[in-house]
Nanobody
Framework: QVQLAESGGGLVQPGGSLRLSCASSGSIFSISAMGWYRQAPGQERELVARITRGGITNYADSVKGRSEISRDNAKNTVYLQMNSLKPEDTAVYYC??????????WGRGTQVTVSS
């Protein structure tokens, strides 16, 4: 079974930074995209950032310019660097991996709290 290991969440002050990591046990050869979603209380889950196997990135408008998604193919790992964090960034962040077959896997979620 494919497993996703998430790390990097925590409590930060507004204006601070975090780097989320997600390592997949799946084969890098079968992965089509990796990314991060988030869900705040009472809100729908939304895409934060995604990177395809071709290196194409997508960002939510709310994080453009202050977030960067990257990957390490050797480690089957995707990273989300978030800077200039705002209280509205507070949410549970979920790693998502999509495979060429159409199958996708979700992480358990890691809490990011931005508060003074």
């Amino acid at each position: 079974q494919v497993q996703l290991a998430e790390s990097g969440g925590g409590l930060v002050q507004p204006g601070g930074s975090l780097r989320l990591s997600c390592a997949s046990s799946g084969s890098i050869f079968s992965i089509s995209a990796m990314g991060w979603y988030r869900q705040a209380p009472g809100q729908e889950r939304e895409l934060v950032a995604r990177i395809t196997r071709g290196g194409i990135t997508n960002y939510a408008d709310s994080v453009k310019g202050r977030s960067e998604i990257s990957r390490d193919n050797a480690k089957n790992t995707v990273y989300l660097q978030m800077n200039s964090l705002k209280p509205e960034d507070t949410a549970v962040y979920y790693c998502n991996v999509k495979f060429v077959s159409g199958y996708e896997e979700w992480g358990r979620g890691t809490q990011v709290t931005v508060s003074s």
